[in-house]
């Protein structure tokens, strides 16, 4: 298993007075070569206890037959579809077998740090119930050159907000997704994904923040593999359909305002997505978007 660097001299309290379930959800999809590492990360975790649910949304590599390898060596809560049903309906799938206080969206080609649970529970353990997730810093390693580099470094917050993160959230997405642990509970009062949408970062961590608050650890506790493939190619893909998700959650945005400063966020993030649309083909989504940024700036 690849080695994860973490920072040193690390605080936090290693003395639990009620040690809480964090359930772990970790979302298959072709991804058999790293399956076996990513569950290692997890068992290597020095917080207990931890319920581990592999789902396997369908894939056509042999993942599925490695999960069915591995269920007796690691003790696998496993969820094998015959049909592919999504990212979004796979996760609440998950959620609603959840009994952790805690729930963590884990790809099965991330590796976690042994300390991540350990770190994000205590940190979550000392806010209060506005608070809903905890998010930290990570490694984004490129699968063809095998550099890695901090995700605080590739984007306009080297400090990141914590709080009433809503308007900032908005504006820049600054969140390293797979870092986010979430309270249960918080989750499920929002109603868990949209199934409706094509992915799920942006629009789940919007909805949250408008009702509570974040807070952040600057450890690096999690890898990510920054694959080809991956989501980042699949926005900058001519007349991408994912970008029609990202709109939709800009109109959820819009509802969700309560402030001139929020509406002026929206605007901003608008004019932003028109000109990726516009690169990439999506010449109707680009107008839309331009509308959508006259409607929030002329909203009072």
Same mark, same amino acid.
């Given at each position: 298993m690849?080695?994860?660097i973490?920072?040193?001299?690390? *605080?936090?309290i290693k003395n639990?007075?009620v040690?809480?379930?964090v359930?772990? %959800?970790?979302?298959? @999809?072709?991804?058999?070569? #790293?399956?076996?590492a990513c569950?290692q990360?997890?068992r290597a975790q020095t917080?207990?206890p931890?319920?581990?649910l ?6 056509t590599d042999?993942?599925?037959?490695t ?9 696998l ?5 015959t049909?592919?049903?999504g990212?979004?309906?796979t996760f609440?799938?998950g959620l609603?077998?959840?009994t ?9 080609d991330?590796l ?7 770190i994000?529970?205590?940190?979550l353990r000392?806010?209060n ?11 984004l390693?490129d699968e063809?050159?095998q550099?890695?580099q901090?995700?605080?470094?590739t984007? *306009?917050?080297t400090k990141?907000p914590?709080g009433?993160?809503y308007?900032?959230l %908005?504006?820049?997405? @600054?969140?390293?997704?797979? #870092? ?6 918080h989750?499920l009062s929002i109603?868990?994904?949209d199934?409706?949408l094509?992915?799920?970062d942006?629009?789940?961590q919007i909805?949250?923040?408008r009702?509570y608050?974040?807070c952040y650890?600057q450890e690096p506790?999690l890898?990510k593999?920054?694959?080809?493939a991956g989501m980042?190619?699949k926005f ?5 359909p994912?970008?029609?998700s990202?709109?939709k959650?800009?109109?959820?945005i819009?509802?969700l305002?309560?402030?001139?400063e ?9 004019v932003?997505?028109s000109?990726?649309?516009?690169l990439?083909?999506?010449w109707?989504?680009?107008v839309s978007?331009?509308?959508?940024a006259f409607?929030?700036l002329?909203?009072?």
């Amino acid at each position: 298993m690849p080695v994860l660097i973490l920072r040193q001299n690390l *605080r936090y309290i290693k003395n639990y007075n009620v040690l809480a379930t964090v359930t772990i %959800i970790c979302i298959v @999809f072709n991804q058999e070569k #790293t399956l076996e590492a990513c569950i290692q990360s997890v068992r290597a975790q020095t917080y207990q206890p931890i319920e581990l649910l592999v789902i396997d949304d369908a894939s056509t590599d042999h993942s599925q037959k490695t999960l069915l390898d591995l269920q007796e060596k690691y003790k696998l809560k496993l969820i094998l579809h015959t049909t592919n049903k999504g990212y979004c309906q796979t996760f609440n799938e998950g959620l609603a077998f959840a009994t952790g206080q805690y729930v963590l969206d884990l790809s099965a080609d991330d590796l976690l740090h042994p300390e991540f649970i350990a770190i994000s529970v205590n940190r979550l353990r000392q806010t209060n119930n506005e608070f809903a997730a905890h998010y930290c810093d990570a490694w984004l390693l490129d699968e063809q050159t095998q550099q890695a580099q901090l995700h605080s470094l590739t984007t *306009r917050f080297t400090k990141r907000p914590e709080g009433n993160i809503y308007t900032q959230l %908005i504006q820049h997405y @600054f969140i390293c997704s797979p #870092t986010v642990l979430f309270k249960r509970d918080h989750l499920l009062s929002i109603k868990g994904y949209d199934e409706t949408l094509l992915y799920e970062d942006f629009d789940i961590q919007i909805r949250l923040a408008r009702r509570y608050k974040f807070c952040y650890s600057q450890e690096p506790l999690l890898r990510k593999t920054v694959r080809q493939a991956g989501m980042s190619k699949k926005f900058s893909k001519w007349q991408s359909p994912y970008q029609r998700s990202t709109y939709k959650v800009c109109q959820k945005i819009y509802q969700l305002n309560k402030t001139t400063e929020e509406h002026r966020a929206l605007a901003t993030r608008c004019v932003y997505e028109s000109k990726q649309n516009f690169l990439i083909g999506n010449w109707k989504l680009t107008v839309s978007y331009i509308a959508l940024a006259f409607k929030a700036l002329l909203t009072r």
